[in-house]
Structure formats: structure tokens, C-alpha cells
């Protein structure tokens, strides 16, 4: 999707079926969008904080994984600290991948979505953030559901029933396909060479 206008990076298989005597060429490929150009305007929030633009709150995580994420810079995985490291409540160490408790990079795309992506704990969620003035690093957080629209080339502020809770969301999100995708691959765009 980082190829075709998705400040995300989310490998996918597409097959695509025409007939014989037709071609169907892939789009050029575009520029990267980086997370920095995609979010990095936003008001920075930490754990159950708000903001005034719709859907752009934080969601609440517990001190544990906030304390370790305070202390883990960009682009890197809390399991690397000596002290902050991943804690279960009764102090022991919390086991996992090298990508979890990781914080992505602002001058990437966002890694691939999954449907659990408002866990701090799973693959490559964890804001960016920003180095503060004592040394440690600004929200130590999920993305915010406006962030997740936007790297997924979804609308900003769409309506949603009441009834889709924030967790519905990020599954739905999870398990789909970025529109702008799909869009560039129907419409070829930057080429000029289909039937």
C-alpha cells in the first residue's frame, strides 16, 4: 500500500483477472508518505487525553506500559531497556517479539494495521512520539483513531452509528483494505497504458 498512496506499509496479495486480449498493468509506483507528513501535525496526546479535532483522543493504557514507552525512543521496542522494560503488575518481565512494545518511526509509513492495533503491547503500535526536555519521549500511546483513518486513506470524520465502539473500529480497520489502494490499482493512475 506504501507504494500507492497509503502512508502505510501493508503487503497484500492482489489478484487481478482480465481476459486474454486485455492488459491490466500495474500504477507507477509513488513517493512514500511518512508517517511525519501523514500525523505529524496533530496535537500531541498522552494516555485518556482529548483533543478538539473529532476522533483524535488517546485511549487509556495502564502505568506499566506507559512508564516502559516513556522510556523507549522512536522507532524502537521497550524489550531493549534495561529498567523500563515491559512489566507484568507483579514486577517479572513480560516475554514478546522484538516488534512489540515498539514504537514506529515518523519518517516511514506506518507498519500494516492488524486488528488489534490498539494494544500497546502488539506489533509496531506505538506512537512515534517526541524526545522531551527530561529526556523521555511524548505519547506513549496507540494512535488515535483519526491517526489510524489516516494512514489507512480512510475519511477523517466520518459518522459512525453509535453502536461501532472503538474496538469494533480498529477490527473493521484491521482486516481491510486501504481504499486508496484499491483505487490507484483500478484507476492506474500516473499511467497511461491500459485497455
Known sequence: AKDYGVP???PRAIFKMYK???????PETQKEITLREAIGDL???????????????????NDREIEC???TPEGCSAFKNEVYYPKKKDGTRVKGFHNTYKRMKWDAPAPARTMN??????HNNVHPGRKLEDGTYSDARVLTLREL???SSLPEEWEFPNWA??????????????PMLTFNIVNLLGSDKHD
Open 117 to 122: 492495533c490498539g494494544s500497546i503491547g502488539s
Open 69 to 71: 514507552m516513556r522510556h
Open 43 to 61: 496535537p500531541s496526546l498522552e494516555s485518556g487525553e482529548k483533543s478538539s479535532l473529532k476522533y483524535h483522543y488517546s485511549k487509556v493504557h
Open 20 to 26: 486474454k486480449d486485455k492488459s491490466w498493468p500495474w
Open 149 to 151: 483513518f489516516i494512514v
Open 165 to 178: 465502539s472503538d474496538a469494533f473500529l480498529r477490527q473493521v480497520i484491521g482486516e481491510s483494505i486501504p
Open 8 to 10: 502505510q506499509s501493508r
